[in-house]
Structure formats: C-alpha cells, structure tokens
C-alpha cells in the first residue's frame, strides 16, 4: 500500500502548485457559491421589505362613478390616479407599463349596488409580469375587504348578524418554526454544496488521467514497480481530498455568509451552527468516492485535457441532476429515496436545516448506496487502468 500512498502523496502536492486547480477546487466554488447564496437571499429579504412597506399607486378608471371604494383605497394609503380609460386604453395602459394595474369602474357600478346586485370591478394586470405580483395581490386583497365591507353592511342594514352569513369560521394555526421556515429560503443550498464538492476534484481527477496522457508522463508512471491498481487508486484518494477539502470550505462559508442576511425580519432563523455544519459535511462526505471515481471514469475515456474538460463539465451535473425534480414531483424522504445518490443527501441537509436531526437508518441507506456505487466505479477505474489501451 506504499506505492498508493506515494501516488495519492504526488497528486496532492503537484496539484497544490497548479493555481488553476487550487483556484477551482478551493477558492471560486467554496467562495463564490456561498457569496452568491447570500446575495440572493439579501436581495430576497429586501425586495420583501421593500414591497411589503412600498406604497401603492392605482390607476382608477371613471373613479366618479365609486366615490366610497376611492376613499376606502386612500384611507388605507393607496394613491389613487383618477384616469378616463376604456377597455382597450386599460390593456394597452399595463401592457406598455404606463400602470402596474387599472381598475375599471364600469357604468352601472353605482346602479347595481344600490339595487344590491354584484357590482362589477375590472382588474387589468399582466400575470406574466412576476415583479408585479405581490403589488397585486395587495391590489385585489385591499378590494376583497372593502367588498366584505359592503357585504357587512347590507346585513345590518336588514336587521341580519353578520357573524350569521359565516356559518364556518376558518383560522390557519402556522406550526413552522422559525428554523424550519428558512428552509424555503435555504432550499438551494444542498445543490450548491455538492455541486461546489465535484466541481472541487475535476481538475484533478482531468489532470490526474487525461493531462498525464497528453504530458506523455502516464507511460513512465505505468512502468514504475507499482500496480496500475493502485496507482489509479491514489490518483482517486487525492481527488478525494481535494472534494472533502472543498465541501468543507463551501459548508463553512455558507454558515459565515448566511449570519449577515437578515433573515429574522421575515420571522426565519438559520439552523446553521457549528454542530449542524459538521452534520451536513457529515452526510454529504459518502458522496466524494462516487463523484471522483465517476469523473476518474469518465477521464480515462478522453484524450486531451481540452476534452476531458469538456466532458466533465456535464458529468458533474448528473449528480445533481436528481435535485430537479424534487420540488417539480413533490417527492418526500422515504427509505428507496434515500437511496438516490444526491437526493437522499439533499433530504438529510433538509432535515438538519429544519432542526429534526437525522434519522439512523435514513443516513446508513444513504451513505451506503453512495458508498456502494463509488467503491464499484473505483474498481472500474481500475480495471481500465489494467489495459494498454489506456496509453492511447
């Protein structure tokens, strides 16, 4: 075992002198990422305050014509832009963004409600305008209430309880915590982490098959009393710890960056101390075997660098390709699952995240597929080292 101790030894320190790989594997995803996850969650805390305290300004059509529902608007601090706009100004007036929304009053507005007939409102706003959605849902639920209003009234004027036309009274009880609120928040950071974690070992794992073959130092190193074995096996155990070394870094700075995001004022509280930080490295390390057997593969099969770069580029994407569909199928943490590279890692995160911790037989399901599946491409990688065809 000398001679895989020697190679893991030689990949280790020559890879610490090539600044591409360092740059890769410990500084731009381990940095970056996390940076990147704290920024958008900044910008997401922001845009909520901003939009839940911005106030708003609507566009009223014929506001003549409803006089209580323009002073119920101001009085719940709606600036009211009073406009002479017919159906096709009022579409024309969202689509071109004069106005983030219209309401038109039409004509019998007045008559209908005396005659205490529904009175229509026209809404115009643009669905496919995602910035604009919480200005009008604020729109339409600030109307909502001045119609219960209404509705309120007319039974009293009749003599009627109002509590008597709401024969089931629904309160929602919210049992989220605030740690496992933020998870909504936090739901992209299992992909950053294992995607920062492969991309850490693919130079090496490139330069350690295909580099060595374009160098032309892979015959000479194949020619050493060592066994091929155990050559590619060192090879494997330094991509290794170049993955661990970078899912350790993207782990931790993801703790640091997300303790400046103010997450608090959205009643979210990040579960991201010490002890859960160890915990997700924890769950996530059985993975690194896999990932660099799997792009050690991949590698042998390649004949430049240039190639092998382009290759891995898409290989390190199909680990996490599992992630996407987690939200889009609704899928919820069983024992098969588990057993899902990526994906039952990613349950695990997310229930560390939410403060439940870890369930044993979950995590040996987990780790155990990993494992399984990594310690079989090793040996392929193996075997392929075996042949003479791997000199090209």
Same mark, same amino acid.
């Given at each position: 075992?000398r001679?895989l101790f020697?190679?893991?030894? /030689?990949?280790?320190i020559? @890879?610490l002198?090539?600044?591409?790989?360092i740059?890769?594997?410990l500084?731009f995803?381990p #940095?970056?990422?996390? !940076?990147?996850?704290?920024?958008?969650?900044?910008?997401?805390?922001?845009?909520?305050s901003?939009?839940?305290?911005?106030?708003?300004?609507?566009a009223?059509s014929?506001a003549e014509?409803?006089? @209580?529902?323009v002073s119920?608007?101001e009085?719940?601090?709606?600036s009211?832009?009073?406009v002479?706009f017919?159906?096709a100004?009022?579409?024309?007036a969202?689509l071109? /963004?004069r106005?983030?929304?219209?309401v038109l009053?039409?004509?019998?507005?007045?008559t $209908?409600?005396? @005659?205490?007939?529904?009175?229509p409102l026209?809404v115009y *706003?643009d669905?496919s305008?995602?910035?604009?959605? $919480?200005y009008?849902d604020?729109?339409?639920s600030?109307?909502?209430?001045h119609a219960q209003?209404?509705?309120?009234l007319?039974?009293?004027?009749?003599?009627?309880?109002?509590?008597?036309?709401?024969?089931i009274?629904v309160?929602?009880?919210d049992?989220?915590t605030?740690?496992?609120r933020a998870?909504?928040?936090?739901?992209? !950071?299992?992909y950053l982490v294992i995607?920062?974690m492969?991309?850490?070992?693919?130079y090496?794992a490139?330069?350690?098959?295909a %580099?060595?073959?374009e160098r032309g130092?892979l015959?000479s190193?194949?020619?050493?009393?060592?066994?091929?074995?155990?050559i590619i096996y060192?090879?494997?155990?330094?991509?290794?710890a170049?993955?661990?070394?970078?899912l350790t #870094?993207?782990v931790? *700075?993801?703790?640091?960056?997300?303790r400046?995001v103010?997450l608090e004022?959205?009643?979210?509280?990040?579960?991201?101390g010490?002890a859960?930080?160890?915990?997700v490295?924890?769950?996530? *390390?059985?993975?690194? #075997?896999l990932?660099?057997?799997l792009?050690?593969?991949?590698?042998?099969?390649?004949?430049?660098y240039?190639?092998a770069?382009?290759?891995l580029?898409?290989?390190?994407?199909?680990p996490?390709?599992?992630l996407?569909?987690? @939200?889009?199928?609704g899928?919820?943490?069983t024992?098969?699952?588990?057993?899902?590279?990526?994906?039952?890692?990613h349950?695990?995160?997310?229930?560390?995240?939410?403060g439940? %911790?870890?369930?044993p037989a979950a995590?040996a399901?987990?780790?155990?597929?990993s #494992?399984?599946l %990594?310690?079989a491409l *090793?040996?392929i990688?193996?075997?392929?080292y075996?042949?003479e065809?791997i000199l090209?």
């Amino acid at each position: 075992m000398r001679g895989l101790f020697a190679v893991f030894r /030689k990949e280790v320190i020559e @890879n610490l002198r090539d600044r591409r790989t360092i740059v890769a594997a410990l500084v731009f995803g381990p #940095l970056f990422g996390p !940076m990147l996850l704290a920024a958008s969650l900044q910008l997401m805390v922001d845009r909520g305050s901003a939009s839940a305290d911005a106030p708003i300004t609507v566009a009223v059509s014929h506001a003549e014509r409803a006089p @209580n529902l323009v002073s119920f608007l101001e009085q719940n601090a709606v600036s009211v832009e009073k406009v002479a706009f017919d159906d096709a100004q009022s579409r024309a007036a969202v689509l071109d /963004k004069r106005h983030k929304a219209v309401v038109l009053v039409p004509a019998d507005f007045g008559t $209908r409600l005396a @005659n205490s007939q529904p009175a229509p409102l026209l809404v115009y *706003a643009d669905a496919s305008d995602m910035f604009n959605d $919480r200005y009008v849902d604020r729109l339409r639920s600030l109307l909502a209430r001045h119609a219960q209003s209404l509705a309120q009234l007319r039974l009293l004027a009749r003599g009627i309880d109002p509590a008597s036309a709401v024969p089931i009274a629904v309160q929602g009880v919210d049992v989220a915590t605030p740690t496992s609120r933020a998870v909504v928040a936090l739901g992209i !950071m299992s992909y950053l982490v294992i995607f920062a974690m492969l991309a850490g070992g693919m130079y090496l794992a490139i330069d350690a098959t295909a %580099g060595e073959r374009e160098r032309g130092s892979l015959e000479s190193l194949l020619t050493t009393p060592v066994k091929r074995t155990h050559i590619i096996y060192g090879k494997i155990a330094a991509t290794c710890a170049y993955m661990l070394a970078s899912l350790t #870094l993207t782990v931790v *700075a993801c703790g640091i960056a997300v303790r400046f995001v103010r997450l608090e004022d959205f009643g979210m509280t990040a579960n991201l101390g010490p002890a859960t930080l160890l915990a997700v490295i924890a769950v996530v *390390a059985p993975m690194v #075997l896999l990932g660099a057997a799997l792009m050690t593969v991949v590698a042998s099969f390649t004949r430049s660098y240039r190639e092998a770069q382009s290759y891995l580029g898409f290989v390190i994407m199909v680990p996490t390709l599992p992630l996407a569909f987690v @939200n889009l199928l609704g899928l919820q943490p069983t024992l098969p699952l588990m057993a899902v590279p990526s994906l039952g890692q990613h349950f695990l995160m997310t229930s560390l995240l939410r403060g439940e %911790g870890v369930d044993p037989a979950a995590f040996a399901v987990s780790a155990g597929a990993s #494992l399984a599946l %990594g310690v079989a491409l *090793a040996w392929i990688a193996g075997r392929l080292y075996e042949r003479e065809a791997i000199l090209g």
